[in-house]
T-cell receptor, first 115, second 114 residues
Framework: DVKVTQSSRYLVKRTGEKVFLECVQD?????MFWYRQDPGLGLRLIYF???????EKGDIPEGYSVSREKKERFSLILESASTNQTSMYLC??????????????FGAGTRLSVL | GENVEQHPSTLSVQEGDSAVIKCTYS??????FPWYKQELGKRPQLIID?????GEKKDQRIAVTLNKTAKHFSLHITETQPEDSAVYFC?????????????FGKGTLLTVNP
């Protein structure tokens, strides 16, 4: 059974703080994703990674960066948190290119509040 | 890039009725269409998917249909039950190529009233 674990369920941070959201998967998946979920806006892709140290911007990368030093871990970084980054953040992983499947497995989410 | 439109945004049905959620996509190269269900406070989970070489797929009370010509696909839930209440997301992707991203619709909140 695929397990995608996000380190925190709830986080409260101050404006201007540097924030790290961590995600770990245990199924040797090649691809990892960070989404932001807001009511009425669905799941919007922030960044994704298709290999260690490789990353690509998604649809809303502004204000975020990512790090993937190891295959199983993908971190989302808010360099200077702002109130408009208050949201639910979801991490996901999928097997890899050429495997014939794009099925994504999601973590439980981190609800971030920036005050 | 790909754009996925999903309708309706909310849907309320009586227990036992059927529910239909529709999605359209813009990129004719998309060939993989999954549906995810997200119960309140839970993570999204895949419930059914379809590839472009198939027109319909069924799994017990849920089915998905695909019309490649019109670029739309639909989720059908029959004999709805209260536990079907959730947000449902459709998505589109190009499977097997270099593009492994999923583009999601904005979601449909389904409420099944007992």
């Amino acid at each position: 059974d695929v397990k995608v674990t996000q380190s925190s369920r709830y986080l409260v941070k101050r404006t201007g703080e540097k924030v790290f959201l961590e995600c770990v998967q245990d199924m040797d998946h090649e691809n990892m994703f960070w989404y932001r979920q807001d009511p009425g806006l669905g799941l919007r892709l922030i960044y994704f990674s298709y290999d260690v140290k490789m990353k690509e911007k998604g649809d809303i990368p502004e204000g975020y960066s990512v790090s993937r030093e190891k295959k199983e871990r993908f971190s989302l970084i808010l360099e200077s948190a702002s109130t408009n980054q208050t949201s639910m953040y979801l991490c996901a992983s999928s097997l890899g290119i050429g495997t014939g499947t794009n099925i994504q497995y999601f973590g439980a989410g981190t609800r971030l509040s920036v005050l | 890039g790909e754009n996925v439109e999903q309708h309706p945004s909310t849907l309320s049905v009586q227990e036992g009725d059927s529910a239909v959620i529709k999605c359209t996509y813009s990129d004719s190269a998309s060939n993989y269409f999954p549906w995810y269900k997200q119960e309140l406070g839970k993570r999204p989970q895949l419930i059914i998917d379809i590839r472009s070489n198939v027109g319909e797929k069924k799994d017990q009370r849920i089915a998905v249909t695909l019309n490649k010509t019109a670029k739309h696909f639909s989720l059908h839930i029959t004999e709805t039950q209260p536990e079907d209440s959730a947000v449902y997301f459709c998505a589109a992707s190009i499977s097997g190529g270099s593009n492994y991203k999923l583009t999601f619709g904005k979601g449909t909140l389904l409420t099944v009233n007992p």
